[in-house]
T-cell receptor, first 112, second 116 residues
Framework: KNQVEQSPQSLIILEGKNCTLQCNYTVSPFSNLRWYKQDTGRGPVSLTIMTFSENTKSNGRYTATLDADTKQSSLHITASQLSDSASYICVVRVVRWGKLQFGAGTQVVVTP | ETGVTQTPRHLVMGMTNKKSLKCEQHLGHNAMYWYKQSAKKPLELMFVYSLEERVENNSVPSRFSPECPNSSHLFLHLHTLQPEDSALYLC???????????????FGSGTQLSVL
């Protein structure tokens, strides 16, 4: 079982609407949690990196939250644009091995 | 662009072929990585090089052979692959290795590999 679970697997939203993606992890202890955006045919690009002591971090219309107690993170996209259509990947850095544990991603499609 | 360039972008090969994937980073980073991304699955780390030395080999079959001639270039040599090896192969780099804490990974656009 993957130690980083993302939901939903896919999501369709109308342009201009908001949406929230979820990431639950069982990795422990961890040092930071990252969200990446991967456009079709491209490699992932970093959106945010949060340490275990941070609760929220924003990057433009993207806001990530982290609850280290419940081991949950979310990525909120505000006023979605067509260019937000992509896969969003949650990644947790494992302290013990210094490794990155990847989620399978949430595929977001923004329609006009 | 991320500063990490991968070629070719697409590759179709038979199971008896030998081919190589190339990655070049223009960021002055010290660590480079190969990842495999299969459809709807998490990225899988294959190899890590730090300062041109292999520091990670995640039980990857020997039909995948990495080479890092210098800190800017990384190759993945392929031979006698299987159809299940079809995937997107991503190269990445970081300033330091994954032991560095909050280091950010920069990915290339990947090579979409199809094994027939």
């Amino acid at each position: 079982k993957n130690q980083v679970e993302q939901s939903p697997q896919s999501l369709i939203i109308l342009e201009g609407k908001n949406c929230t993606l979820q990431c639950n992890y069982t990795v422990s202890p961890f040092s930071n949690l990252r969200w990446y955006k991967q456009d079709t045919g491209r490699g992932p690009v970093s959106l945010t990196i949060m340490t275990f002591s941070e609760n929220t971090k924003s990057n433009g219309r993207y806001t990530a939250t982290l609850d280290a107690d419940t081991k949950q993170s979310s990525l909120h996209i505000t006023a979605s644009q067509l260019s937000d259509s992509a896969s969003y990947i949650c990644v947790v850095r494992v302290v013990r091995w210094g490794k990155l544990q990847f989620g399978a991603g949430t595929q977001v499609v923004v329609t006009p | 662009e991320t500063g990490v360039t991968q070629t070719p972008r697409h590759l179709v090969m038979g199971m008896t072929n030998k081919k190589s994937l190339k990655c070049e980073q223009h960021l002055g980073h010290n660590a480079m990585y190969w990842y495999k991304q299969s459809a709807k699955k998490p990225l899988e780390l294959m190899f890590v090089y730090s300062l041109e030395e292999r520091v990670e080999n995640n039980s990857v079959p020997s039909r995948f052979s990495p080479e890092c001639p210098n800190s800017s270039h990384l190759f993945l040599h392929l031979h006698t692959l299987q159809p299940e090896d079809s995937a997107l192969y991503l190269c990445a780099s970081s300033q330091e290795g994954l032991g560095g804490g909050n280091e950010k990974l920069f990915f290339g656009s990947g090579t979409q590999l199809s094994v027939l």
